[in-house]
């Protein structure tokens, strides 16, 4: 197995890469997305993207229903005259608001009042509202953007570590022994970089600093015991 003797750690080296190329942060990827204003807004104050699931439809509130449209829509769809549930509908019309500005405010008032008070009556009729949200959920997009992000600061961590920071390279025997020399005295770091070792069900990546001195060997044992994470955990 080939083992890499670096001049500094493979944790310094992703920070290194993390600082020089900054994720896209999740209020970002929101400000990004084609929805309406209200639903970004939500997304920000709630810090979340993914508009599935029992945790979503209870984070909702009958003030989001009525205020970002995405959702008014939604509740609309799945309980509207269609299926007979009783929802109070608007008696507005869009062209009033040029018209008669204040007819319009006053029935949208109503409106959302009625509205509200539906809502808060009949709190089962929000169970499945997400379903409304399966191709207009951001989520998977985000879960790609992250994947894509990682896997290019793990290349860029690699090309770092093998090119601006090796000092040298050594393949252990069959034995398990490997050896490094004609080292100057100075810290270094031992690590298998993106090549984990496996032991059973373990995938072993280690980052173990080794200080040599002069005109002395420095020894060092590597097992599951100063290991950093497994692979999978150092790609999250």
Request: glycine share 4%; proline share 5%.
């Amino acid at each position: 197995m080939t083992f890499y003797l670096l001049s500094r750690s493979v944790s310094d080296i992703r920070k290194e890469a993390e600082a020089a190329e900054p994720f896209t942060d999740l209020d970002h990827f929101i400000a990004q997305l084609g929805v309406s204003p209200e639903l970004k807004i939500w997304m920000t104050k709630h810090h979340q993207v993914d508009l599935a699931g029992i945790d979503f439809v209870k984070e909702l509130t009958p003030d989001d229903v009525i205020k970002v449209p995405e959702f008014l829509t939604a509740y609309n769809d799945q309980n509207g005259a269609a299926v007979h549930a009783g929802v109070p509908e608007a008696k507005y019309k869009n062209g009033e608001k040029e018209k008669d500005p204040e007819k319009y405010k006053r029935q949208l008032e109503q409106y959302q009042q009625a509205l509200r008070r539906y809502i808060e009556a009949h709190p089962d009729l929000m169970q499945g509202l997400d379903a409304e949200f399966s191709e207009l959920n951001p989520y998977p997009r985000w879960m790609k953007v992250q994947a894509q992000q990682q896997r290019h600061l793990e290349q860029h961590v690699m090309q770092l570590a093998q090119t601006r920071y090796l000092i040298a390279t050594a393949v252990t025997a069959l034995n398990g022994k490997g050896v490094f020399e004609g080292l100057n005295a100075g810290q270094y770091w031992i690590s298998n970089l993106d090549t984990p070792a496996l032991s059973g069900d373990l995938r072993l990546i280690w980052d173990v600093a080794v200080n040599v001195y002069p005109a002395k060997t420095a020894r060092i044992e590597l097992s599951d015991l100063n290991t950093v994470e497994t692979a999978e955990q150092l790609a999250h």
